[in-house]
């Protein structure tokens, strides 16, 4: 049913909720068209409604958006709304800069909403690449020190391959040695992390030789690879990507082989993961990054200073049960192989 087939009147309005911020994606995606969709699933107070046309919108508590399509709201408002009455599969409104969900008569009012550009565009001068490498360490390297003062819990299957991975070959080339596996790992974790190691492994491989049809291979065996809403293996793919698509833009050298990979993932993700991951996924390819890995991202190519790196990192870091440190494994591998394939001499594009 179209927003516009239905008249909502204000008896029909129990709970108004102002948004805070929202992604200039989503804005115009409720301004421009009505329509509806439905809650699909909730996850830590954060919402994800799909769309009938297949659009992900995330609603959620927070002062920096954690995805490219985030709809944020202050907490007391958000609770005092009765947000936390929302249940999957509730059926979902847009139209004229508004969202309803009729079930709980909440209307979400993102008119004098701050927009968002998802986005990425790099704000300063890249800097040299050992540089980068320098911060790509402190970056990741704060995750095994904590690791092993028995201060972080929780380890994903992806924990310590982009430090394994440059400690064996510090251009993350094919040519040597596959990455050595760190000992402590959980059990469960045991068949994932074997794996998707291999797995990302092959991908490096195939990138450098730029092998069509081994690259496909590798990207459909990391696609939905893992635990979680969003998949381990989606994780790092999402971060691997989108500095595939930054670095592509900075250097044409490598646009070419960047585009073959998008267009390769684009094809793939449809029906082989879930939909908050092909939205994710989707992002990435179209360069879109929250504004978390935006900050991160900025700080480690610009050259920012240690303390601001590592706290970037731990925003990234506290996403959901394992892709935050799934994604930094992406983004810093991404970094680091991208920025090698472009190579000193690469002319700006």
């Keep these: 049913m179209l927003f516009d087939e239905l008249i909502i009147s204000p008896q ?3 709970r108004r909720i102002m948004a805070t911020r929202i992604s200039e994606t989503v804005f115009h995606r409720i301004s421009d068209s009505g329509g509806g969709g439905e809650v699909v699933s909730i996850f830590n107070g954060a919402f994800n409604i799909k769309t009938f046309d297949g659009f992900l919108v995330h ?3 927070d002062e920096k958006p954690l995805t490219p399509r985030s709809v944020l709201f202050q907490k007391k408002d958000f609770w005092a709304a009765g947000v936390d009455h929302i249940r999957a599969g509730m059926n979902v409104l847009f139209h004229n800069q508004y969202i309803f969900i009729p079930d709980i008569r909440l209307q979400i009012c993102a008119e004098s ?16 690449h050992f540089q980068i490498m320098k911060n790509l360490l402190v970056a990741l390297k704060w995750i095994e020190d904590e690791i092993r003062q028995e201060q972080i819990t929780r380890i994903s299957p992806l924990s310590g391959y982009f430090l394994s991975k440059l400690q064996s070959n510090p251009n993350i080339s094919c040519q040597n040695e596959k990455s ?24 490096l491989c195939n990138l450098e030789s730029r092998c069509i049809e081994k690259i496909q291979n590798s990207v459909l065996k990391i696609l939905g690879n893992g635990p979680g809403l969003t998949p381990s293996g989606d994780d790092f793919l999402a971060g691997f990507i989108v500095t595939g698509v930054v ?5 044409n050298r490598i646009d070419e082989l960047i585009d073959t990979v998008v267009q390769i993932v684009y094809s793939a993700f449809v029906g ?6 092909g939205a994710m996924i989707e992002d990435a390819c179209n360069g879109q990054v929250s504004e978390p890995v935006e900050d991160l991202m900025q700080s480690i190519l610009t050259g920012d200073t240690v303390d601001r790196i590592v706290l970037f990192a731990r925003k990234i870091h506290s996403i959901g049960a394992y892709s935050g440190e799934d994604l930094l494994n992406g ?5 680091c192989f991208w920025g090698q394939m472009a190579g000193p001499k690469t002319a700006l594009s």
């Design 247 to 251: 670095f592509g833009r900075l250097f």
């Design 272 to 277: 082989r993961t879930t939909d908050v991951s």
């Design 12 to 14: 029909s309005v129990c």
């Design 180 to 203: 050595q596996r760190p000992n402590q790992v959980f059990p469960l974790m045991e068949k994932w992390k074997n794996n998707l190691w291999d797995c990302i492994d092959s991908l």
């Design 113 to 128: 909403a701050v927009k968002f550009n998802p986005r990425f565009t790099l704000n300063a001068k890249i800097i040299p």
């Design 331 to 335: 983004l810093a591998t991404g970094i």
């Design 59 to 61: 609603l959620a508590i």
